[in-house]
C-alpha cells in the first residue's frame, strides 16, 4: 500500500519546532484518557457537592413545602447525575476493554 506524501529534494525532511508537542497517537490516547478521567472526576465531584447542598435546603427548609420541593428536586438530580457519571464510568471502562484501549489509565 502506498501513501501520499509530499518530499522534498534529495529525500530531506521537514522538522518541527522544538515547542511543538509530538509523540504520535500514543500521547493523544493518554491526552484522551486524562481528559475522561478528569471529567468524570469532576461530575461526581460536583454531584456529591450538590447532594450535600441539598440535604442542607432540606433541614433549613422549616416544612415550607416550596422549599422542600426545591430541595427534593435538588436532590433528586444530584443522584442522577451522580449514576450518570458512575455509569459514564462504568461505560468507559466496558468499551476500553472490548477494544483493548486503556483509556481510564487504570
Excluded: C, E
Excluded at 22 to 47: D, R
Excluded at 64 to 86: H, N, S, W
Amino acid at each position: 500500500m502506498q501513501y501520499f506524501a509530499l518530499t522534498l529534494p534529495g529525500n530531506q525532511t521537514i522538522n518541527p519546532p522544538s515547542s511543538v508537542p509530538h509523540g504520535g497517537l500514543s500521547t493523544v490516547a493518554k491526552v484522551v484518557g486524562n481528559a475522561i478521567t478528569f471529567m468524570l472526576i469532576i461530575a461526581a465531584v460536583l454531584s456529591l457537592i450538590y447532594l450535600v447542598l441539598g440535604g442542607i435546603m432540606w433541614i433549613n427548609s422549616g416544612g415550607d413545602k416550596q422549599k422542600v420541593a426545591a430541595a427534593r428536586a435538588r436532590l433528586t438530580y444530584a443522584i442522577i447525575g451522580l449514576v450518570v457519571a458512575l455509569a459514564s464510568f462504568f461505560i468507559v471502562s466496558v468499551m476500553g476493554y472490548l477494544f483493548k484501549v486503556n483509556l481510564l489509565n487504570l
